[in-house]
């Protein structure tokens, strides 16, 4: 007996119904999303689980469209609830990036750009030169939330992955209501197309940037029996896009560089404040507490104060002292504050400063760039926004030195007031005072004194804006991600720069001086810094998303309406562009007589670049032996999902159309040659899309009976999938891999496609029940 083609290699039944899989470009890994909401990665031995993303509230819970980046190593996913777009490290469930969209996505496609030219490749090599310009950027701390550990051995560097290859890959969105954008690299968007009406069902961008075709489904809403839907195939013009290839590259890579940087400072200020909340729980609450509890009249400063002039305290301050606080615990909160501060001390030196300042220098040479009109005005450069842009991270840079000063002086302020008060405990627990610890200068107590009354006037105004009696700590105002100025901010008074500059009328107005904003938080400067440079990378997408015209575009067909109630995982048409560029395919499935034929209509491009659209019917004729017994009437196969495998193949799953209980679905490849024989290569029904045919046919199901078919019988390349009412299949020829997913949407079947040899198969599986 003959082997069945194609060697399983896995099978599960899964307890989620998935709704999306697509196998990774570079290994045996294929990402799943399920009606959960969660995103799985799974191994194509035996289905093995790599990871799984569950759903969560800041993401989303509705995953709509799944892509990998071409390298493999970032998988994006697209979630309709939150219309956000999430990019995902492959090497654990972490979400690396994400943005948001103004629609729900339906389709995502990432795409690679092949296109060679000499000032690309020296770009390519060239790209390295901010590498030896600026300091490598510090690894982020693994595990934000115990300070004391983060600036343990275990660091992360996952936020450079973002980057990935210099080489242009492009990820391209489709929504519904005619929504499509295409992001550089996956994070800077550098097309908004307009134009193109209905929701987005299938897309795909030519490696050469030259075209981009999509198929849309439009509702019908005036008709009022039932809304019908169109499938329309739009050929979009991409021209600046390609033309100006080596700029858009250069542009868009300095964009990823932006935004790569924007995220590292902000998951840096994430680790700041989680080194802060720490210290602050603790002290706040203790003395808040102790306001609480107290009866006397006397306020805790003068309390303080008392026990600092004549070292005798009350006796409420003492038992707040001595059971709330107590010795050890006064050493412990002294030194929890002492740690903390300087974790985000060093957080600010190495992470902020160093991040800020390659974000200048990106910044710099972008507006080098856009100074460069002859290249770079065309595709929206501005350089008057990318100077704002670079004015704000100035004023950030100036906020991150505030907080190091005030953290400096805070410092040095609880040092000596923690001194002072586990002196004045020790005393009153009448412990053993070390000589070196009693030595108080006058200078000293000044301190102490200064600090007191700065810290611990009570402040009612405070009490009712934030619940708090005391403002003792200074740093965390600056980490506050809230829209409030701050409590205290810097004092300047005496401060000779400042007078310098209040007294120059010229100086006051000079771009050369980053605007300082004294009454803000380091949040807020932050914010306002993304929000600018968000504001001057916006042009370029509107300037080329404008540019882009559609060159051609024709009605496919009515879907019915009396549809399978099966959710449809993946709605044909699948797009693809041949490497040359010169034949495009667009592959559907129509509907007839309750069997469904697959549709290929070839858009031709000869030299001349006159354009030729065939399309051709192609039908199964029975091929399965074991059916002979009945009238050899060559029994159709209705196709129920299609996907391109390589440049010459197409996968299908087919059922028998005259399906009774028992009978087997089946994976098959179907080569493109067998169609597209030399003898009869102009069978093709040619769509001419002028206006005196568009009258004639409005869509192309009502002239289904001209197109002729073709009905191919296959030899080897098909296998039966006993027990299972496939559905759908997701393949990846360069893997040679398929993954058949059934119609309940549980059961899944991996195949590796391509088995060199039966006879050495058959010897492993031997082996294997052995």
Same mark, same amino acid.
């Given at each position: 007996?003959?082997?069945? *083609? ?282 808040? @507490? ?65 991040? =800020? ?25 501005? *350089? ?25 002086? =805070?410092?040095?302020?609880?040092? *000596? ?15 053993? /005072?070390?000589?070196?610890?009693? @030595? ?79 009454? @803000? ?19 370029? *997408? ?43 395919? /667009? ?78 679905? /089946? ?36 002239? =289904? ?66």
């Amino acid at each position: 007996a003959a082997m069945p *083609a194609f060697r399983q290699v896995g099978e599960k039944q899964l307890p989620q119904e998935v709704v999306f899989m697509a196998w990774s470009p570079k290994r045996d890994l294929i990402a799943l999303a399920n009606r959960a909401g969660e995103v799985l990665l799974h191994r194509l031995a035996n289905f093995q689980r790599v990871w799984s993303l569950p759903p969560n509230e800041n993401t989303g819970k509705e995953v709509t469209a799944l892509a990998w980046r071409p390298d493999g190593k970032i998988l994006a996913f697209g979630l309709t609830d939150t219309k956000r777009i999430i990019l995902c490290d492959v090497e654990k469930p972490e979400s690396l990036h994400s943005f948001s969209v103004d629609s729900s996505i339906t389709y995502m496609h990432w795409m690679e750009v092949t296109e060679e030219s000499s000032v690309l490749t020296s770009f390519y090599n060239a790209e390295d030169e901010s590498n030896l310009l600026l300091p490598k950027l510090p690894a982020l701390p693994k595990n934000y939330s115990t300070t004391a550990k983060i600036f343990s051995e275990e660091k992360s560097d996952e936020i450079m992955k973002l980057l990935g290859d210099v080489r242009l890959n492009a990820l391209v969105l489709g929504g519904s209501c005619g929504f499509i954008e295409i992001y550089a690299y996956g994070m800077f968007k550098i097309a908004t197309v307009t134009g193109v009406a209905g929701a987005c069902r299938g897309l795909c961008l030519s490696s050469d940037l030259k075209s981009l075709s999509v198929i849309t489904e439009i509702q019908d809403s005036s008709d009022s029996e039932a809304e019908i839907t169109y499938f329309q195939a739009s050929k979009l013009d991409t021209s600046l896009l390609s033309s100006y290839l080596p700029e858009v590259t250069r542009m868009a890579r300095k964009f990823t560089h932006i935004s790569t940087l924007l995220q590292y400072i902000k998951l840096s200020l994430t680790c700041m404040c989680e080194a802060w909340e720490e210290i602050l729980m603790q002290m706040d609450s203790r003395l808040t @507490k102790f306001v609480q509890e107290k009866n006397t009249t006397t306020s805790v400063q003068d309390e303080f104060m008392q026990l600092l002039l004549w070292g005798k305290a009350s006796l409420e301050l003492q038992a707040l002292l001595m059971n709330q606080l107590t010795v050890k615990g006064l050493k412990k909160l002294g030194q929890s504050i002492e740690s903390s501060y300087s974790s985000i001390q060093k957080l600010v030196i190495s992470h902020l400063q160093s991040g =800020s300042e390659a974000l200048l220098y990106h910044l710099s040479e972008l507006k080098g760039m856009a100074l460069w009109k002859q290249k770079y005005e065309s595709l929206g450069l501005d *350089a008057s926004g990318i100077e704002e842009a670079i004015t704000a991270v100035g004023s950030f840079i100036l906020k991150a030195n505030e907080l190091l000063q005030v953290i400096d002086s =805070s410092m040095k302020n609880f040092k *000596a007031f923690f001194r002072w008060l586990y002196v004045a405990m020790l005393r009153m627990s009448e412990d053993h /005072v070390l000589p070196e610890l009693n @030595k108080m200068t006058q200078k000293d107590i000044t301190f102490v004194a200064d600090f007191l009354t700065e810290h611990f006037n009570e402040a009612p105004e405070l009490y009712n804006r934030k619940g708090k009696y005391f403002n003792v700590e200074r740093v965390g105002q600056y980490l506050k991600d809230e829209d409030d100025d701050l409590v205290s901010p810097p004092n300047t008074e005496g401060n000779q720069w400042f007078n310098f500059l209040k007294n120059t009328t010229h100086l006051k107005e000079s771009p050369l001086l980053f605007p300082y904003y004294p009454e @803000k938080s380091l949040h807020f400067v932050k914010r306002q810094m993304e929000g600018v440079i968000d504001q001057c990378l916006q042009k370029p *997408a509107d300037v080329i998303g404008k540019s882009v015209h559609q060159a051609f575009c024709m009605s496919l067909y009515k879907t019915s309406q009396s549809e399978d109630s099966t959710p449809q995982l993946f709605k044909l048409p699948f797009l693809w562009n041949d490497k040359t560029s010169n034949i495009h395919y /667009v592959l559907f499935t129509m509907l007839e007589d309750s069997i469904s034929k697959i549709y290929i209509l070839r858009r031709h491009t000869d030299t001349s670049r006159s354009v030729s659209n065939g399309i051709l019917a192609v039908e199964f004729g029975n091929f399965l032996s074991n059916s002979v017994n009945e009238t050899s009437d060559s029994r159709c196969y209705s196709c129920l999902d299609a996907h391109f495998y390589d440049d010459e193949t197409v996968t299908v799953v087919l059922k028998e159309s005259m399906e009774q209980e028992g009978k087997e679905r /089946v994976l098959a490849q179907l080569p493109l040659s067998s169609v597209y024989t030399d003898e009869d290569q102009d069978r093709e029904l040619v769509w001419d899309s002028t206006k005196r045919y568009r009258k004639t046919f409005s869509k192309l199901d009502e002239q =289904s009976g001209e197109i002729p078919t073709c009905t191919v019988v296959l030899e080897n390349q098909w296998r039966v999938l006993e027990n299972m009412k496939a559905q759908y299949v997701s393949v990846n020829g360069i893997r040679k891999v398929s993954c058949v997913l059934s119609s309940n949407l549980r059961h899944v079947r991996v195949f590796e496609m391509d088995v060199e040899d039966d006879g050495e198969a058959e010897e492993e599986e031997e082996e294997e029940t052995t």
